[in-house]
C-alpha cells in the first residue's frame, strides 16, 4: 500500500456520509479499530471502539473504549489474529445501530471477523472501510454471503444493509465518495486500480440533480400522506360524527322536498 502525503487511517467523509444515511444522529456505532477519525463520529453519534493497541485506547476521550486484545482466532496452525472475543461478547452494548468495520489495522488484518460475525447484531448495517484493498473486499464480500446480503460497493468502502438502500441515500453516499475519490492523487489510486482515471465524465451536478429530484418526491410523498392521515382523523372525529348525527333530520327532509 502507497501512503502518500494524506493519511487514510481516518474515515473519510464518504464513510462518514454513510453513516450518517444509515442512521440518524445520536445513535450507538459500534467502530472497530479506533484513531483520528474516532473524534469525528463522537460529534455525533454514541460510540464504543473496540480497539487491540494500548496506544489507541482513549485517543478520543468522548468514546467508550472496550480494550480487546489481537488473539489467534483457533488452534490451527497460522490461524489468524482478531480481537479477544470474550472482552468483546462481555463489553459490548446490547443495542447498538451501526457496526463500523475498521479494524484491525490492514497489516493486522481483518478476516478473524468472518469467523465472529455471530457476535454481533444481525439486524443493523455494517460499513466496511478499505474495500479497495483486495484482502477488505474479499471479508466485505464473504459477509455478504454469510449475511445473505447484498454488498453495495463505493471506490473505497462498502456497506451491507438489513435493508434495501433507498436511491436517494446511494446517490448522496456515492456524491460524498466521489468528492473525496477527486481530492486523492494519482499514485494513491494507481496502487489499487489498474487504470486510475475514470473512462465516463465524472458528473457530480447530475448526481446533485438526482438527489433533489428524489428528495423533491420524497417530500411530496410525504406531505400527501400526511394530508391523507389529517382527512382520515377529520372523518373520524367526533365533532364531524356529532355534525352528521344532528343534521340527519334535515338531510332527509331534504330529500323528501326533492
Ligand atoms: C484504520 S485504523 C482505524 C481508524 C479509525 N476508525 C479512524 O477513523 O480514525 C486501524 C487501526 O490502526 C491504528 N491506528 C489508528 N489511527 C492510526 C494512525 N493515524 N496511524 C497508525 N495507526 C493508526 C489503530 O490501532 C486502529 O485500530
Redesign the pocket.
Known amino acids: 500500500m502507497v501512503e502518500l502525503g494524506k493519511?487514510h487511517?481516518?474515515?473519510d467523509l464518504g464513510v462518514l456520509t454513510a453513516i450518517r444515511q444509515l442512521t440518524p444522529q445520536g445513535s450507538t456505532i459500534v467502530?472497530?479499530?479506533?484513531?483520528?477519525?474516532?473524534n469525528?463520529?463522537t460529534k455525533e453519534f454514541k460510540v464504543y471502539s473496540i480497539?487491540?493497541?494500548k496506544?489507541?485506547i482513549g485517543y478520543c476521550e468522548d468514546s467508550n473504549y472496550i480494550h480487546a486484545p489481537l488473539v489467534e482466532i483457533s488452534e490451527e496452525k497460522d490461524s489468524p489474529l482478531w480481537y479477544d472475543v470474550e472482552t468483546i461478547s462481555a463489553q459490548i452494548p446490547e443495542d447498538y445501530d451501526l457496526v463500523?468495520v475498521?479494524?484491525?489495522?490492514?497489516k493486522k488484518g481483518r478476516s478473524g471477523l468472518l469467523a465472529n460475525l455471530e457476535i454481533f447484531r444481525k439486524d443493523v448495517p455494517f460499513v466496511i472501510?478499505?474495500t479497495l484493498r483486495e484482502h477488505e473486499c474479499h471479508v466485505a464480500r464473504e459477509m455478504a454471503y454469510l449475511l445473505d446480503r447484498p454488498l453495495y460497493v463505493f471506490w473505497n468502502f462498502s456497506i451491507i444493509a438489513p435493508d434495501f438502500l433507498p436511491v436517494e441515500k446511494i446517490a448522496r453516499i456515492q456524491k460524498a465518495a466521489l468528492q473525496v475519490l477527486e481530492s486523492e492523487e494519482d499514485g494513491y489510486l494507481k496502487s489499487y486500480f489498474s487504470i486510475p482515471k475514470p473512462i465516463v465524465e465524472r458528473d457530480l451536478e447530475q448526481l446533485d440533480s438526482i438527489i433533489s429530484e428524489l428528495n423533491q418526491k420524497r417530500l411530496d410523498v410525504a406531505s400527501l400522506e400526511a394530508s391523507q392521515r389529517k382527512l382520515e382523523l377529520i372523518e373520524k372525529s367526533f365533532s364531524l360524527r356529532l355534525g352528521r348525527f344532528l343534521t340527519y333530520p334535515l338531510r332527509i327532509l331534504s330529500i323528501f322536498k326533492k
Do not use: A, C, M, V
Open positions: 493519511s487511517f481516518p474515515i467502530e472497530l479499530g479506533s484513531g483520528n477519525g474516532t469525528r463520529l480497539e487491540d493497541d496506544k489507541w463500523l475498521d479494524g484491525p489495522s490492514g472501510d478499505d
